[in-house]
């Protein structure tokens, strides 16, 4: 019997979308979708440690497999990216720290893979989130759905990474990230 569990995660400084899925002999089956609030906390440096204990706490409890995470999408305000990409940093080194191998998805290749178009909205790929799992009621908010969305398309993609970013552990990132790591 061939039996996965992938963890989805949508990075945020104020939210933290995730889900995960099992996925035994091709078939689907929800394990959980949720969100990690982070606004109530004033200092960016304790929401990243939140994340980081967060995404620890999922591996630890439900023991995935592989790990797919949504890359930051390019916008203009530079302040935003910046703080987008340590929340997803801090993700995937709980993920790297565990040794769960992970899987970067652009947005648009994750919209692609759900509804079959790159440009769909947050509420069409939570429709059809919904359609596929058989879930009966949607979480309010769709960071929540994101994260699950990232899992789905790791799915979908069956490990095929191309043009995708994928870390095994460790030296598998500083191996495919030279010029990243410093020698002390």
């Not at 949508?10 to 002999?25: A, W, Y």
């Amino acid at each position: 019997m061939n039996e996965k569990i992938i963890l989805g995660i949508d990075p945020g400084t104020t939210v933290m979308g995730f889900g995960m899925i099992e996925v035994c002999n091709n078939k689907m089956k929800l394990i959980m979708i949720d969100e990690l609030i982070l606004k109530k906390y004033e200092s960016h440096s304790l929401r990243l440690k939140r994340i980081f204990e967060k995404t620890l706490a999922l591996i630890d409890a439900f023991h995935p497999d592989e790990l797919a995470i949504e890359a930051p999408f390019y916008g203009k305000n530079v302040q935003s990216m910046l703080k987008l990409g340590r929340a997803q940093g801090v993700a995937m080194a709980a993920g790297l720290y565990r040794e769960v191998p992970i899987t970067e998805y652009s947005p648009k290749k994750i919209k692609m893979a759900i509804t079959g178009n790159g440009n769909a909205s947050k509420e069409q790929v939570a429709g059809m989130l919904q359609n596929l799992l058989n879930i009966k009621n949607l979480p309010d908010s769709l960071d929540a759905t994101d994260g699950l969305a990232a899992a789905v398309c790791h799915h979908f993609n069956s490990g095929k990474s191309i043009g995708e970013k994928s870390y095994s552990g460790w030296s598998a990132f500083v191996k495919q990230n030279p010029g990243r790591t410093q020698n002390s």
